[in-house]
């Protein structure tokens, strides 16, 4: 059974990987696939947060979740 952080985390990145974009979405697709390592993920996801973090959308709390919940691993 997997742990409720692991569920709150495909969670989010399965919304990252539903998002049609191709920065966040891509590598989030291949993470839920088992093709990504986590590291990478990370840096995208800071990307990302860098690039629309404060930008009002759905998404911006979403980054930081995701890399907290990645670095409870």
Not at 18 to 25: K, M, P, T, V
Not at 35 to 47: E, F, R, T, Y
Not at 50 to 59: D, I, K
Request: net charge negative; aromatic share 6%.
């Amino acid at each position: 059974m997997k742990s409720k952080s692991t569920m709150a985390l495909v969670e989010v990145i399965t919304r990252f990987a539903d998002s049609g974009w191709d920065l966040i979405a891509v590598p989030s697709r291949a993470w839920l696939e088992g093709q990504g390592d986590a590291d990478s993920l990370v840096a995208v996801i800071k990307q990302a947060d860098v690039e629309c973090g404060s930008c009002g959308c759905e998404f911006d709390p979403l980054y930081q979740r995701a890399l907290a919940l990645l670095e409870r691993g």
